[in-house]
């Protein structure tokens, strides 16, 4: 995010993703939390020197049993969408930030070659 306001990041966040107000998280480098999703996060920040995060915390869905995909079921998934879902998804990834470093991501820019843009 561009902005130093934590309020009006994530209210960018909840417009650009197109969710509710409840699915947008955020912690401080400050911050005090048993939660280990917010831990592990925190712990990025201070290695970052960064003063907070945010990001759209969405649970997983039917199609993949309510778990956490397979890498070659994302894959599958994004070759077999029709060209205009394609071309949106394909945005999507390739704009999100380039320290958005996931082991999905690199198998995307593997397979798909759809590589950041700034």
Known sequence: MT???LDE???SLKER???ADQNIHSVLK??????QVKMTIKNWLLVKDLDA????GLSYS???NNSRPTLDYVISHLKELDYE???VAEEYIRKAPKQIDTIYRRRIEI???WSPVE
Not at 30 to 35: E, F, G, K, P, Q
């Open 30 to 35: 400050s911050d005090t939390t048993d939660d």
């Open 111 to 113: 397979e798909l070659g």
């Open 53 to 56: 995060a945010i990001w759209t």
């Open 17 to 19: 993703e197109g969710t």
């Open 3 to 5: 902005t130093g306001d």
């Open 9 to 11: 990041g994530k209210h």
């Open 62 to 64: 039917k199609k993949t």
């Open 85 to 87: 879902k394609r071309k």
